[in-house]
């Protein structure tokens, strides 16, 4: 079987003009390069004093700094907050189970993809997707 290796662009699901940011991911169903990787793609766009609320995922990933700076939130379970200043070329490795927030204090757009290495739900439905809990 041939994978498809063009580029697509991610699909807005929520947020845009006015928004403060917005949510973007790339779907497994129309990337079979990701469905067969079992990964997932994300990407977080925060405009100056954008907030993303805090979420928590079910699936591990690496967040990379693609442009900007600001703020990120991360509370492992069972540990305290750690905030920590981002800045562009930061990776960050966040496991199954954290709870996330990131916040844009520069004029610069803040722009973070993410890698998600997708779990195997026990639900069929959602076994092709990942799921971010607000």
Do not use: H
């Not at 697509?8 to 129309?30: R, S």
């Not at 990964?39 to 977080?44: C, E, Y």
């Amino acid at each position: 079987m041939e994978l498809d290796l063009t580029p697509k662009l991610a699909k807005k699901l929520y947020g845009g003009d006015g928004d403060g940011g917005a949510y973007y991911a790339w779907c497994p169903n129309e990337l079979p390069m990701l469905r067969e990787g079992n990964i997932g793609a994300a990407k977080l766009a925060l405009e100056k004093n954008g907030f993303a609320m805090p979420r928590y995922s079910d699936s591990a990933k690496v967040a990379y700094v693609l442009q900007g700076s600001g703020v990120a939130g991360i509370v492992l379970p069972e540990k305290e907050e750690k905030v920590l200043p981002i800045k562009k070329g930061d990776a960050i490795a966040l496991p199954f189970g954290v709870v996330t927030w990131w916040y844009n204090k520069e004029d610069t757009e803040l722009v973070v993809p993410f890698l998600v290495i997708r779990r195997k739900p026990t639900n069929r439905v959602l076994s092709r997707f990942f799921l971010d809990w607000f």
